[in-house]
């Protein structure tokens, strides 16, 4: 891994945000990535948590779109490939400090998906 990428904690976390923002988008799945104790199981177990979110992005992006967020969601969406880990798939679990990367992952995801989507995002994004 190069020194100027992110770790894959870091990089869970911020997966984390944009698929926790895509469910609000498409207010789908009780936007339950947005519940503080899936966070921290998350932030624990990426794989067990993310895999189904992940796999279902594109059910977010079109709900998104049929509430007339598309361009926010879109925006979004277009992060994902670059947010995943180096690893062939999400870590089956993170250690304590990996735990606290994966929650400060969470938090620059936010900040970068703020930028991006400006106002039209600025009311999902917690």
Request: contains cysteine; charged residues 25%.
């Amino acid at each position: 891994m190069s020194d100027d990428r992110p770790t894959d904690a870091h990089l869970c976390g911020q997966l984390y945000a944009a698929l926790e923002v895509l469910q609000r988008l498409g207010d789908i799945d009780f936007r339950a990535l947005g519940r503080e104790n899936t966070r921290l199981r998350a932030s624990k177990r990426p794989r067990t948590e993310m895999t189904t979110p992940l796999h279902t992005v594109g059910k977010s992006l079109h709900w998104a779109r049929m509430r007339g967020k598309g361009a926010a969601a879109g925006a979004v969406f277009r992060t994902v490939p670059d947010l995943m880990p180096s690893t062939k798939d999400l870590p089956g679990a993170l250690n304590p400090d990996q735990q606290q990367e994966f929650l400060r992952g969470r938090e620059a995801g936010l900040e970068a998906i703020r930028k991006i989507t400006g106002a039209a995002g600025a009311a999902v994004v917690p």
